[in-house]
């Protein structure tokens, strides 16, 4: 089995900065495409942007320029670095992953998720 789990959520104030953080552990034999998405309350849950093994990334229009993905190979992490953050950034934050195990199995995981508030 494969994990992954969150951290470095928490409340700002708007114009602030966070950094998630996701650790990916398990049975990993390789990780392919790493992401977040967020969920705010009354909504469904929503791309925020993905990268690849390489490096390329992808971001939501809505962080585009706000907003750095980046991830270390080496410890299996993923890195969301969020700048001027706004009231409506407010969500909670999951996780996501193309994980192969040592079975070959790839399947898409997802992490706990953890809150991000942002006050005005």
């Known amino acids: 089995q494969v994990h992954l789990v969150e951290s470095g959520g928490g409340l700002v104030q708007a114009g602030g900065s966070l950094r998630l953080s996701c650790a990916a552990s398990?049975?990993?034999?390789?990780?392919?495409?790493m992401g977040w998405y967020r969920q705010a309350i009354g909504n469904q849950r929503e791309f925020v942007a993905t990268?690849?093994?390489?490096?390329?990334?992808n971001y939501a229009d809505s962080v585009q320029g706000r907003f750095t993905i980046s991830r270390d190979n080496a410890k299996s992490t993923v890195y969301l670095q969020m700048n001027s953050l706004k009231p409506e950034d407010t969500a909670v934050y999951y996780c996501?992953?193309?994980?192969?195990?040592?079975?070959?199995?790839?399947?898409?995981?997802w992490g706990q998720g953890t809150q991000v508030t942002v006050s005005s």
């Open positions: 996501n992953a193309d994980i192969r195990d040592y079975s070959r199995k790839l399947e898409n995981t």
């Open positions: 398990g049975s990993i034999f390789s990780i392919h495409d």
């Open positions: 990268i690849t093994s390489g490096g390329n990334t």
